[in-house]
């Protein structure tokens, strides 16, 4: 069974950085796109950045371009996500999350348990 575990979270400074982990584990032959999302206190879950199975292709949400970067190493079977000149808006609960297919799609097969983010002076 898949399992997707998160790491990294914390809290940091406006300006400060941390890097999120998702270890996955339990694949099959087939690998999946992996995908961040976050859900702030009484907001809805939004999608963060994802990172095909061949980490060529990735996607931003407009709010964490340029500052944002996912990529993942396919022998660890882990995906990062780099977050640099952090802001008060970021404070989540960042999740990582599993695509249904190699691409980022956007349709997910399996969640991680999230991690929280949180950026206060």
């Known amino acids: 069974q898949l399992q997707l575990v998160e790491s990294g979270g914390g809290l940091v400074q406006p300006g400060g950085s941390l890097r999120l982990s998702c270890a996955a584990s339990g694949f099959t032959k087939d690998s999946y796109a992996i995908g961040w999302f976050r859900q702030a206190p009484g907001k809805e879950r939004e999608g963060v950045s994802c990172v095909s199975v061949s980490g060529r292709s990735t996607y931003y949400a407009d709010s964490v371009k340029g500052r944002f970067t996912i990529s993942r190493d396919n022998n660890k079977n882990t995906v990062y996500l780099q977050m640099n000149n952090l802001k008060p808006e970021d404070t989540a609960v960042y999740y990582c999350?599993?695509?249904?297919?190699?691409?980022?799609?956007?349709?997910?097969?399996?969640w991680g348990q999230g991690t929280q983010v949180t950026v206060s002076s």
């Open positions: 999350a599993a695509d249904q297919l190699q691409y980022c799609s956007g349709n997910v097969r399996s």
